[in-house]
């Protein structure tokens, strides 16, 4: 177990969960999260600057939730959330369905080359002569 600093209030916190803020801020935003998503459910025309206002939470933390996908925009919502790639619309997340698929293919691209370097290189290693390279010779 290690002790560290929360990112958000600075107390001193049991670090287990690869979250780094303490209980006490997680909870915070979860009430916030709350909040916020029961607004949006009987708001639904609402703007971003009306949630933050009424609900007190700010609108980074709002897009937070909403980049994380645990929100969603709906329909005749008047948020805008945009792809952080190609600025299309979204609903939630980072990215759109086109930009998910893209990146996806190109990760997994990129996964298959190096697991194909790398048993390049073990086949490489496996043709080299034993013993440091040298051969006895029958005198």
Same mark, same amino acid.
């Not at 703007?47 to 007190?56: A, V, Y």
């Not at 697991?115 to 013993?131: L, M, Q, V």
């Given at each position: ?40 459910? %009987? /708001?639904? =025309?609402?703007?971003? &600057? ?5 609900? +007190?939470? !700010? ?24 792809? %952080? /790639?190609? =600025?299309?619309?979204? &609903? ?5 369905? +086109?930009? !998910? ?39």
């Amino acid at each position: 177990m290690e002790i560290k600093n929360c990112k958000r209030c600075g107390k001193m916190y049991s670090y287990i969960t690869g979250i780094p803020i303490c209980d006490q801020c997680k909870q915070k935003d979860e009430d916030d999260f709350q909040k916020v998503k029961k607004y949006i459910y %009987e /708001n639904r =025309g609402a703007s971003m &600057k009306e949630i933050s206002d009424d609900c +007190e939470v !700010s609108v980074e933390k709002i897009t937070r939730f909403l980049r994380d996908g645990r929100l969603e925009i709906k329909e005749g919502s008047n948020i805008i959330l945009e792809c %952080e /790639n190609c =600025g299309q619309p979204i &609903k939630s997340g980072k990215y759109c369905p +086109e930009c !998910s698929k893209k990146l996806e293919r190109e990760l997994t691209r990129a996964g298959n080359t190096a697991a194909n370097n790398t048993s390049r290189e073990n086949d490489d290693k496996d043709s080299k002569p034993k013993g440091g390279g040298m051969r006895y010779l029958k005198s």
